[in-house]
C-alpha cells in the first residue's frame, strides 16, 4: 500500500459510531489497536498504543487511548491516511520496576522538563532522559566548580 503526500498510515478507532482516536505518527515502528475483555471482572478495554523511534532520541511508548467497554459496545477500527493524526502521549517503560513494569517513565528531560521536539537529541538512562543541551551544560560545569544547572 503507497502513502502519498504528506499523509500517514492511521488507526481510526470509533466506538458506538462516535470517532475517539486517530492514531498515527510518521515515526511509528508499530501501531496497535485492541480489545481486550477480562470476564472474571466483568470488564473490558480498547486501547490504541504503539511504539515509536524518533530521530536521534530513544524509542517511546505512545499512547492514544485507554477506554473502558461495554456489553453491545460496537468497536470499529478503520485503517485510513491522514496528514493531521492525534499526537500521542509519549512515555517510556522501566522494565526494572517491581511488581510489575511500568510506562510512568516521563519522555522529557529530567533536568530542564523540556519535550524531546524542542531539542536536537536525548540520551535514556534507566529512569531518567537528557537532553543534548544539559548535557553540554554539565560538562562545561564540571570545570569551574558551580554544582546548580
Ligand atoms: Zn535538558
Redesign the pocket.
Known amino acids: 500500500m503507497a502513502i502519498t503526500g504528506g499523509a500517514v498510515l492511521c488507526i481510526e478507532v470509533t466506538i458506538n459510531g462516535e470517532q475517539r482516536v486517530l492514531a498515527g505518527v510518521v515515526m511509528a515502528e508499530t501501531l496497535n489497536a485492541s480489545v481486550t475483555v477480562h470476564p472474571g471482572f466483568n470488564q473490558a478495554w480498547i486501547k490504541v498504543d504503539g511504539e515509536i523511534a524518533p530521530e536521534g532520541q530513544p524509542n517511546a511508548d505512545a499512547h492514544w487511548l485507554m477506554s473502558s467497554a461495554s456489553v453491545g459496545d460496537v468497536v470499529q477500527i478503520r485503517l485510513i491516511e491522514s496528514d493531521d493524526p492525534t499526537t500521542p502521549s509519549l512515555g517510556r517503560t522501566d522494565l526494572e520496576a517491581k511488581p510489575v513494569p511500568t510506562d510512568g517513565i516521563p519522555f522529557v528531560?529530567g533536568?530542564?522538563?523540556?519535550e524531546p521536539k524542542d531539542?536536537d537529541g536525548m540520551l535514556a538512562g534507566r529512569k531518567a532522559m537528557?537532553?543534548h543541551?544539559?548535557v553540554r551544560t554539565l560538562y562545561g560545569m564540571l570545570g569551574d566548580g558551580d554544582t546548580t544547572v
Open positions: 528531560c533536568f530542564c522538563g523540556k531539542v537528557i537532553c543541551g544539559c
